[in-house]
């Protein structure tokens, strides 16, 4: 009996360390203006590729798009501009990383991202993981284009009450979300109404 249950407590312990532990996570809502103000991009963008490494000692996962517009931020869409976001978690070989709240992206999905600056190797993050993605699709039945955050189905935490809700944008019409941005980012930098001084 000795010597079966060896093996089983070996086997349990490899598939205990074959992938690294699922790490639980807390968001607190922010609202558009509030990751506009935090955020020191805001693009629009498609996805072209994934690729994750190691990277001191943690695995990550590096996406790079494809700019289409700059909403907020000193970043050129030119054609053939691209930036890479870096996230926490992913596959490699034998080792999977899961982080509750992180937002993963697939190429040619096209997406509004708020981002701040994550490394200095010049990649970013997004700011606030699920609140900080949206995904653009085309209602069907209007044929406009519209965004749905990706918190609208996780629960964050409600700062002033401590309760956990879904609160994320569904739907949203994306001429709707760049004036959200646009008069967030212009109350952050006081800018003047026109004809004023």
Request: charged residues 20%.
């Amino acid at each position: 009996m000795h010597r079966k249950t060896i093996p089983s407590i070996l086997l349990a312990l490899a598939t205990l360390f074959a992938g690294a532990a699922a790490r639980s996570t807390t968001l607190a809502r922010m609202s558009v203006a509030q990751m506009t103000q935090t955020a020191q991009l805001v693009i629009r963008a498609r996805c072209a590729e994934n690729s994750i490494r190691w990277d001191h000692g943690e695995i990550w996962t590096f996406t790079t798009f494809a700019v289409e517009e700059t909403w907020k931020g000193p970043f050129d869409p030119s054609p053939g501009q691209y930036l890479t976001i870096r996230l926490l978690g992913g596959t490699v070989g034998h080792f999977t990383s899961n982080v509750s709240g992180v937002p993963r992206f697939n190429p040619g999905e096209e997406v509004v991202l708020f981002l701040e600056p994550a490394s200095p190797q010049g990649c970013y993050s997004v700011v606030s993981w699920l609140q900080g993605t949206f995904r653009i699709r085309e209602d069907l039945s209007t044929g406009q284009q519209i965004a749905a955050q990706d918190s609208a189905s996780f629960d964050t935490l409600e700062p002033g009450t401590h309760n956990f809700h879904q609160s994320g944008l569904r739907n949203i019409r994306i001429e709707d979300l760049h004036d959200l941005v646009e008069a967030a980012d212009c109350s952050n930098r006081k800018c003047e109404t026109p004809g004023k001084k």
